[in-house]
């Protein structure tokens, strides 16, 4: 083999291990379980128990309910992700050094996530139920012609979660729960080279997929009728997802949440919180079967979330809430993928069909912070001497600029008793 065909393929590879690590390893957790919960920014979600969307936070909350409940809906999920003061530098030092604006105004998107949920008591003892819907998802697009080909191009994450949970009544305070998950994992990770080192396509991932199972249980404690408490935990599976040859082991972080919900006594207002534990550092390194480990650093997220809900009468509920989310990305950033601490400004209403459905309503705006990206790719053959010009040249190309994401969250739901 000769030298340039030696350099193109270790470029291609030092080129691969890196745009998979931006785009699997960037933690996007979807609150998508329901618009009852996203009106209030999910504060008090795993013991409040206004619908059966509380399962998939708690499975013990099903023992709260004595008729059977479904609920459904969806999210809708619209992202505006940019980057600017962005700046994309190729072979420096070789007197062939290129240098270009990498500023770009919305590589986001609209996503849809929709929801399902059915709980069935059995006695005053026993529920099961059953449900569907999605804990992670993220999408960017940064085109074709982005001047840092490399670093940006087409990421997509999609998961499915496939529930079925019991509950039982220990007597008239305690509650506990479990339930197995089955969760799908699909990818897309696409990239090319800028057209300062070529242009050439050099990951073309569609549609990878894989299953894992994972587990959740959880506990209610009932003070009084207008004052209780949930702690849940689930547990998140390593899912292996294909693409033909190519495979690579993405683990799944696990959560652990603890609610309360408070009825003031005599008045038509309730207030309730949440504080939840991501486990993203379980993302220690990233498995390949055809290179070696790709290792990252990441931190554990917490979401903090407080939120109030005013029984107007008995046709209308109005909720509000604020939660604060901190960023899983921790020392390695990204452009393809950004993440940031973020703050959640939330409100909504339920509006009383009759007296056995409902419809509700919820809409987040979601604040992420300016974070500082700097990326380079480095160069297989620095050092090397049989490398010519090209041994003493460290990078092959960098990136730096800020990201900033936000994002509109807006959910509908009908939710029925029987």
């Known amino acids: ?39 209030r920014a999910f504060a008090g979600d795993a013991v409040i128990a206004d619908n059966a969307a509380v399962m998939s936070r708690n499975p013990a909350a099903m023992a709260l309910f004595d008729k059977m409940e479904l609920s459904l809906g969806f999210e809708a999920i619209m992202t505006d992700i940019k980057v600017k003061n962005a ?23 609209t996503s849809i996530a929709p929801n399902i949920h059915l709980i069935v008591p059995v006695n005053e003892q026993f529920a099961w139920g059953v449900n569907a819907y999605s804990n992670f998802g993220t999408r960017t697009d940064f085109g074709s012609n982005y001047a840092g080909g490399e670093y940006g191009g087409e990421t997509e994450i999609l998961s499915a979660n496939f529930g079925v949970s019991g509950s039982y009544r220990i ?59 949930g702690l849940s935990y689930r547990y998140s599976p390593t899912i292996t997802a294909k693409d033909g040859d190519k495979e690579v082991k993405l683990p799944l ?15 038509a207002f309730a207030i309730h919180y949440s504080v939840q534990y991501i486990g993203w550092s379980a993302f220690d390194k990233l498995e390949f079967n055809n290179r070696a480990p790709k290792a990252y650093e990441w931190q554990d997220g917490w979401h903090y979330s407080i939120g109030g809900t005013y029984f107007l009468n ?36 339920t509006y009383q069909i009759d007296d056995k459905s409902n419809f509700d309503f919820g809409f987040t705006y ?53």
Do not use: C
């Open 1 to 39: 083999m000769n030298k340039t065909r030696l350099f193109k393929k270790s470029l291609l590879a030092v080129t691969i291990s890196l745009a998979t690590q931006q785009a699997m390893a960037a933690g996007f957790q979807l609150n998508a379980q329901s618009a009852t919960g996203l009106g």
């Open 314 to 349: 008995r046709d209308w509920t109005l909720r509000a809430g604020y939660m604060y989310d901190t960023s899983a990305q921790d020392k390695i950033t990204s452009i393809s993928v950004p993440d940031s601490d973020r703050q959640w400004l939330s409100a909504g209403f």
């Open 171 to 229: 007597n008239d305070q305690w509650s506990v729960g479990a339930g197995l998950d089955l969760i799908y994992g699909q990818g897309t990770l696409k990239r090319s080279l800028s057209s300062a080192l070529g242009g050439n396509k050099v990951l073309d991932i569609d549609k990878a997929d894989g299953f894992g199972v994972g587990f959740n249980i959880g506990t209610v404690y009932e003070l009084d009728e207008n004052n209780r408490f």
């Open 366 to 418: 979601l604040m992420g912070k300016d974070v500082k990206v700097n990326e380079k790719t480095e160069n297989p053959n620095f050092g090397n001497p049989n490398a010519g010009a090209m041994a003493g040249v460290e990078y092959l190309s960098s990136i730096s600029g800020t990201t900033k994401a936000d994002a509109i969250l807006v959910g509908l739901q009908y939710s029925r008793s029987f």
């Open 253 to 267: 972080p696990d959560m652990a949440e603890f609610s309360g919900y408070h009825r003031i006594d005599n008045t």
């Open 87 to 109: 700046t994309y530098k190729s072979l420096p030092g070789t007197g062939l050094e290129q240098s270009s604006s990498a500023n770009y105004d919305d590589a986001g998107g």
